[in-house]
């Protein structure tokens, strides 16, 4: 099980002499009305100021060379998330049939799990208003002994390729969707300004939300990168996944003790309109930007050992299965 390698202590990022306005305020923390998501962080400030944007800079001006070239590599794949679609439109009458032929192509395209779900508008920032109304998730594996050495710059840089992986998959992939007469644009970037990508991989199928705040998955765990494809092609949709999840966070401490920022709650909370786990920002942010990502959680999480999410989901699945013919039969 990978352990946290030296990670320095918890200070404060001198950015700001005033605490800017609270992240987990901006994030919604304690509505229990359905709005939707504001930027608070990783976010391009074309679609304007952010409390938090000189702590985006400061995490930045730390890169190293090497996270910096997989920067550039993810920058030059995305300049073509959009372009031209071709005039004939190939008819889709079989929209499972097609959904298999995109993930297919994805897969080919190199990625490790596919889903397809649709865009709905609480899955976008409250900016947007795309005219799409389907996104199909990827996820690509990170190297695991790159990544067993959170929170320092080796695994920042495997994070970063492996974006770079992302943005090439996810382009890749919606060229090929508007070679076929349809609309695409492609999201392979930390920075997706206008939809939220976890949600949407978890409405797909690619896992659940962890007590962490991101997502697990039977595969790898919470060790891999996300990427989007939202289109207007007929496709069959995916369907959420349990794989167990909730019935191991609510009793490991694993991520919640490894924390050096102490941010990760052992109790669900309400977060615009919805009870869910949720980490603190405000105590979280700061120690992931002097750590250049830092990581820890996923990677201390037992789901995102090698080859251990297919066991864990069916031991965790089966004794809940055990515990509730045990509740019926008391009845």
Not at 30 to 41: I, P, S
């Amino acid at each position: 099980m990978v352990k946290p390698h030296h990670p320095p202590p918890y200070r404060a990022v001198p950015v700001y002499p005033v605490q800017p306005r609270s992240g987990n305020e901006i994030n919604g923390l304690g509505l229990r009305d359905k709005v939707r998501a504001r930027h608070v962080f990783h976010t391009n400030p074309a679609y304007g100021p952010h409390s938090w944007l000189l702590l985006n800079r400061f995490f930045t001006s730390l890169s190293t060379w090497a996270t910096v070239t997989g920067r550039i590599r993810v920058v030059w794949w995305m300049r073509r998330a959009v372009g031209p679609v071709a005039k004939l439109k190939r008819a889709v009458t079989d929209p499972g049939a097609m959904a298999a032929e995109v993930k297919e192509r994805a897969k080919g395209f190199g990625a490790g799990v596919v889903g397809i779900t649709r865009l709905t508008e609480m899955a976008q920032y409250e900016h947007s208003n795309l005219p799409y109304h389907t996104a199909i998730c990827i996820g690509i594996p990170m190297d695991r002994v790159e990544m067993s050495e959170v929170p320092q710059p080796r695994s920042a840089a495997e994070v970063m390729k492996v974006y770079g992986d992302v943005a090439r998959n996810v382009v890749l992939l919606a060229e090929w969707i508007r070679a076929q007469g349809w609309q695409a644009k492609a999201y392979g970037d930390s920075q997706s300004t206008d939809i939220l990508q976890i949600p949407l991989a978890i409405e797909a199928g690619l896992g659940t939300l962890g007590k962490h705040g991101s997502i697990i998955g039977k595969e790898y765990g919470s060790n891999y990168r996300l990427g989007t494809v939202v289109t207007d092609m007929p496709l069959a949709l995916d369907a959420p996944v349990d794989i167990g999840v909730d019935d191991l966070c609510a009793t490991c401490r694993r991520c919640t003790i490894d924390c050096p920022a102490d941010a990760i709650s052992d109790a669900r909370q309400w977060v615009r309109g919805e009870e869910k786990w949720y980490v603190d920002f405000d105590k979280c942010v700061p120690y992931f930007s002097i750590t250049g990502g830092c990581a820890i959680c996923i990677e201390v999480c037992p789901w995102s050992e090698e080859g251990r999410g297919e066991m864990l989901s069916q031991q965790l699945l089966k004794k809940r299965g055990a515990r509730t013919r045990q509740a019926v039969a008391a009845e």
